[in-house]
């Protein structure tokens, strides 16, 4: 039986790194001119992507980076790069210009494996999460407790983002545009902190 202590402070941790309060917003954002039913797929189709991603992690993530000689300062910086583009797109509204390209097929952008799954949701922070508290107990036993930890962790995200149409109405389209901008800069220093704390693991950054 998982001990309860653990099981606080792992939620906790994984919670905090997640970060569902800061997430839904960025949500919205992505997802303002969506109808309900498209923005509730891209919801459960987001947080399965990142579940799914953090399970594979849980069970494999040290040795599978280990393998191919990726260390997670690198996995850091990487993602805080992949995070900046977003933040780009959302500070400049690109996406404006890429819906209106798209209108005539008829097609809608999907954020739900990115930039939502991957990586607000399961980013570097999630990963070497989930990677160190499978650690924490060896074998199949320490992987099943970080695995239920995320899932608890993941439908309290999930709860939020369902909420997000609800938070949508309440900001309205011009909360939405200045919450949008305000987003992107929040995302552009996170993704730079990311960046950072790759390099001071690499010996770069002080």
Partial sequence: MMDLAFFITAFTTLFVVIDPFGTTPIFVALTQDMDAKTRRKTAIR?????????????????????????????????GGALLFLTALDMLFD?????????????????PSVFPLAIPLIAGPGS???????????????????????????????????????L???????????????LLGMLLAALSVQFILDGLKAFGFAS
């Fill in 94 to 110: 690109r996406r404006t210009k890429r819906r209106e390209d798209r209108a005539e097929e008829e097609e809608h952008p999907d």
């Fill in 46 to 78: 987001s947080c399965l992507t990142a579940v799914f991603i953090l399970i594979a992690f849980a069970a494999f993530g040290e040795a599978l980076l280990g393998f191919v000689g990726i260390s997670m300062a690198a996995f850091r910086v990487a």
């Fill in 167 to 181: 938070i949508g109405r309440i900001l309205g389209k011009t909360g939405l545009n200045v919450l949008t901008r």
């Fill in 127 to 165: 990963i070497a999460t989930i990677i160190l508290l499978a650690g924490q107990h060896p074998g199949v036993l320490g992987i099943v407790e970080a695995c239920i930890v995320m899932l608890a962790v993941m439908s309290v995200v999930l709860i939020f983002f369902l909420a997000g149409g």
